[in-house]
C-alpha cells in the first residue's frame, strides 16, 4: 500500500533558538508546545516527531483550506503571527519524503515521492537522535557511513537494490532504510487496533502543578503500559497522551515514533509533554493536573519488526542481533538462518530458512485450505536425503499402494535402507497426496503413512521406540522424516 499524503512542519533553526532560551532536549520539547499548539489550530490530527518537527495527515486540512499551497501558507502565517517562529512545510507521499520536502520547503507532487528522493544524498538517511543515549540512531549512522564507503551515495542507488540482497548484507536496519529510499514507509503495514484495557490511566493526588513531579508520573505510568503490551506481544509505535485539569479542561498530544517504544522512550515523551503543557505560556492549563492517560494509538506485532532475539527488547538484544549481522557480513547471508512457518502440504514445504533480518512474511498462506496436508505432528526432523524403504505385512509380503489410495496389507514391520526391519508397534493413515495433477508431467501422487517402530531402523541409535514418516510415491517406500 503506498504512503498516504503527509504535511510536515519543520523549524530549521529550533534546536538552536530552543537552546538559546532554555538549553536541553526536555526544554526543547516545553519551548515547542505552543508551535504544536498552533499547528494543531490550524489542522487536528497533529502528530509530534521529535521538538521542531511535527507531522499531520494532508487529506483533512487540504479539503477544509482548498489546496496543499493553501495549507502550507497558512502554517506558516500563522506561526510567525502567533509564535514568532520561522518554519517550513514539505507535503508529499510517506514522513520520510515530506520531512526532507520541509527542509527544502517543496510540495511534491502526489506519486512523485520517488523521483524527489533519488537524486538525494544517501546521509538524508540519517536520523537524529530523539532521547539521550539514542542507540538507533548510532546504528542509522553506522550504516550511512557503510553505504557511501561501498559507493552508494544516492538515496535512488540504495533503492536500486534487491530487496534480498539488503536484508542479507544489511540486516533489519537496512531493510528499513531501504524501504525509505524507496519511497515507502519504514515499517510495512502491521497495525493493530489496540485493546480497549490497555490504556493506563493515573489519577494524581495531588494534582500535578510542577514540573520536576512530572518525572515519577511519568516513569512509573510508562512501566505500567510496557508491561501490558509485552504480555500481549506488542509494541507501540504511536502513543497518545491526555491529562484533565481540576478546572476540567482536557489536553492531548500524539507522539510519532519510527520504532517500538522502549519504557525509557514511552517515560521520555510524557515527561516532554507534561513539562510543554505545565510551563507554555500560551495553552497552559489554568489548574493542577489530576488524571493522566496513556493510549497506545497505534500498535504492531511485538515480532513484527524482529525487536529481538531472547526475550523483552533490550540493549543485550540489540548488540546480539548486531553480531549476527556481522557474522553475516563475514561468512555470507546464509551464516545465521531463522526457520519461517507457511503454508503447505508436506513438513518440508511449510518450513523456509531465511537468512537473519530477511523478510519473514511466509511463502504461502498459513490459513488456507489445504487439502491432503500432513495432520500434526509434523517430524522433527526432515530428512534432505531420503531413505529407502520396505513395508512389509506379518507374512512378509511387500505392502504397496492402490490406485484407490489403501493400502494392500496391514504394516507388521519396516525395513529402512538395507537395514534388519523393525517391528511396527502402531501405525496411522495413509493420507493420499495429490497435487499439480492438470500439468502434463508436472503432477504428484503420493501416500503418507505415519509408523512408530520398536527401535530406530537405521541403527544409529539406541532410542526405543521410534517413529518416522514415510512415503509412498510410485510404487516406492521412503522415509522422509523422523519424530524424535
Not at 514568532?84 to 512545510?89: A, E, L, S, T, Y
Not at 540504495?158 to 548484507?169: E, G, M, N, Q, T
Not at 561468512?331 to 531463522?338: D, H, K, Y
Not at 501405525?427 to 527401535?455: I, K, M
Request: aromatic share 4%; proline share 9%; net charge negative.
Amino acid at each position: 500500500m503506498a504512503p498516504t499524503r503527509v504535511v510536515v512542519v519543520w523549524c530549521p533553526d529550533w534546536p538552536v533558538g530552543a537552546g538559546a532560551a532554555a538549553g536541553d532536549l526536555d526544554r526543547d520539547t516545553r519551548v515547542f508546545e505552543p508551535v504544536v499548539a498552533v499547528v494543531e489550530a490550524q489542522s487536528p490530527g497533529v502528530e509530534v516527531v521529535r521538538p521542531g518537527l511535527v507531522a499531520v495527515p494532508a487529506r483533512g486540512p487540504t479539503r477544509y483550506f482548498g489546496s496543499e499551497p493553501a495549507v502550507a501558507e497558512r502554517i506558516v502565517k500563522v506561526a510567525a503571527a502567533q509564535v514568532g517562529v520561522r518554519c517550513q512545510i514539505g507535503i508529499a507521499d510517506g514522513l520520510f519524503a515530506a520531512t526532507l520536502a520541509a527542509h527544502r520547503g517543496l510540495l511534491v507532487p502526489p506519486d512523485g515521492s520517488v523521483e524527489f528522493l533519488a537524486p538525494l544524498s544517501i546521509t538524508e538517511l540519517r536520523q537524529p537522535a530523539v532521547t539521550k543515549g539514542d542507540q538507533s540512531a548510532a546504528d542509522r549512522a553506522a550504516l550511512v557511513d557503510l553505504l557511501h564507503r561501498l559507493g552508494l551515495r544516492t538515496l535512488g542507488a540504495f533503492a536500486a537494490l534487491p530487496l534480498d540482497d539488503v536484508a542479507s548484507r544489511f540486516g533489519l536496519d537496512g531493510v528499513r532504510a531501504h524501504r525509505l529510499a524507496r519511497g515507502l514507509d519504514e515499517r510495512p503495514l502491521a497495525r493493530r487496533d489496540p485493546p480497549v484495557d490497555l490504556t493506563v490511566t493515573r489519577w494524581l493526588d495531588p494534582p500535578l502543578k510542577r514540573v520536576d513531579a512530572a518525572a515519577f508520573a511519568s516513569r512509573e505510568g510508562a512501566e505500567q503500559l510496557n508491561t501490558a503490551l509485552a504480555s500481549r506481544g506488542l509494541a507501540c509505535v504511536r502513543l497518545g497522551i491526555s491529562a484533565r485539569t481540576e478546572a476540567g479542561e482536557e489536553l492531548h498530544r500524539v507522539w510519532r515514533c519510527a520504532g517500538p517504544l522502549t519504557p525509557s522512550g514511552i517515560a521520555d515523551r510524557v515527561r516532554w509533554q507534561l513539562d510543554g503543557w505545565l510551563t507554555s505560556r500560551g495553552s497552559r492549563p489554568s489548574a493542577g493536573i489530576t488524571q493522566l492517560r496513556l493510549i497506545p494509538e497505534e500498535v504492531i506485532s511485538g515480532q513484527a519488526l524482529q525487536r529481538g532475539l531472547w526475550g523483552e527488547p533490550g540493549d543485550d538484544d540489540e548488540r546480539a542481533s548486531r553480531a549476527l549481522v556481522r557474522v553475516q557480513g563475514m561468512l555470507g547471508p546464509e551464516a545465521v538462518l531463522t526457520g519461517v512457518l507457511g503454508g503447505g502440504r508436506d513438513p518440508t514445504d511449510r518450513v523456509r530458512l531465511v537468512p537473519g533480518g530477511d523478510d519473514p512474511t511466509p511463502a504461502r498462506e498459513v490459513d488456507l485450505p489445504w487439502p491432503g496436508q500432513l495432520p500434526a505432528p509434523s517430524p522433527s526432523r526432515a530428512l534432505s536425503r531420503p531413505l529407502p524403504a520396505e513395508v512389509l505385512d506379518d507374512a512378509g509380503c511387500a505392502v504397496e499402494m492402490s490406485g484407490r489410495g489403501q493400502l494392500t496389507g496391514v504394516p507388521y514391520r519396516i525395513a529402512v535402507d538395507g537395514n534388519p526391519p523393525r517391528q511396527v508397534l502402531s501405525w496411522a493413515g495413509p493420507w493420499l497426496l495429490e497435487e499439480r495433477w492438470w500439468e502434463p508431467g508436472g503432477g504428484r501422487r503420493c501416500a503418507r503413512l505415519q509408523a512408530v517402530l520398536d527401535a530406530d531402523p537405521t541403527g544409529h541409535t539406541a532410542a526405543e521406540p521410534f517413529a518416522v514418516l514415510l512415503t509412498c510415491e510410485t510404487d516406492h517406500w521412503r522415509v522422509e522424516g523422523i519424530y524424535d
